[in-house]
């Protein structure tokens, strides 16, 4: 079981940043892929980047226009999502999952049925 705790979300105006961590423990091992999703009030909860643990191939969602970055410090057991430019669109909350599922070609690793493992997520509210 890998147990996932997500940080650094809070309440910024448009055009800031924020950097968004997920912290793993028990058994990462396992794990072969993280990624970040996010969920707005009445809406599905939608993918927004992956990174692969060993490689560090990354994955990312149309919408972000290169305004999001995600990394890994594999030493720390963690993810970072860094989050440029903030549209208030951009509000939501934020949650980090885990894998252990190999996969390969581009549209690897967008889907929730991909992670096995979720934190609890943080909140990021961009005000206008």
């Known amino acids: 079981q890998v147990h996932l705790v997500e940080s650094g979300g809070g309440l910024v105006q448009a055009g800031d940043s924020l950097r968004l961590s997920c912290a793993a423990s028990g058994r990462t091992f396992s794990n072969y892929a993280m990624g970040w999703f996010r969920q707005a009030p009445g809406k599905e909860r939608e993918f927004v980047a992956a990174i692969t643990w060993t490689v560090g191939k990354t994955y990312y969602a149309d919408f972000e226009k290169g305004r999001f970055t995600i990394s890994r410090d594999n030493a720390k057991n963690t993810v970072y999502l860094q989050m440029n430019s903030l549209k208030p669109e951009d509000t939501a909350v934020y949650y980090c999952?885990?894998?252990?599922?190999?996969?390969?070609?581009?549209?690897?690793?967008?889907?929730?049925?991909?992670?096995?493992?979720w934190g609890q997520g943080t909140q990021v509210t961009v005000s206008s």
């Open positions: 999952a885990a894998t252990n599922f190999v996969c390969s070609g581009s549209g690897c690793y967008k889907r929730t049925t991909d992670f096995g493992s």
